[in-house]
């Protein structure tokens, strides 16, 4: 099994950067693809980032586009979201993800992941 651990959240103002982590144990990490998901209270649980086995193959929701950069280090087993421009409804749990094969089409939905982190808090004050 591939546990994953976030880490990197916290309080920050509007406007604001935080870079989260995901780190990947249990299995080899090797070049799955990882995405990260956030969920509002009340809201349900949306796609932010998708990374390829390639770097260069990378897919963001329209809401973080060009504010989130998501990136990975697999010789650190480790995934990582940049964010920048934070805003209030940035505010969410944000969980990471592990897409493991066999692959299916669907990189911004749920069921195509099959590891979930337990979830790192972001608060974005206005």
């Known amino acids: 099994q591939v546990q994953l651990v976030e880490s990197g959240g916290g309080l920050v103002q509007a406007g604001g950067s935080l870079r989260l982590s995901c780190a990947a144990s249990g299995r080899t990490f090797s070049n799955y693809p990882m995405g990260w998901f956030r969920q509002a209270p009340g809201k349900e649980r949306e796609f932010v980032a998708r990374?390829?086995?390639?770097?260069?193959?990378?897919y963001y929701a329209d809401s973080v586009k060009g504010r989130f950069t998501i990136s990975r280090d697999n010789a650190k087993n480790t995934v990582y979201l940049q964010m920048n421009s934070l805003k209030p409804e940035d505010t969410a749990v944000y969980y990471c993800a592990a897409d493991l094969p066999p692959y299916s089409s669907g990189y911004a939905t749920q069921r195509v992941y099959e590891y979930w982190g337990q979830g790192t808090q972001v608060t974005v004050s206005s």
């Open positions: 990374i390829n086995w390639s770097a260069g193959s990378t």
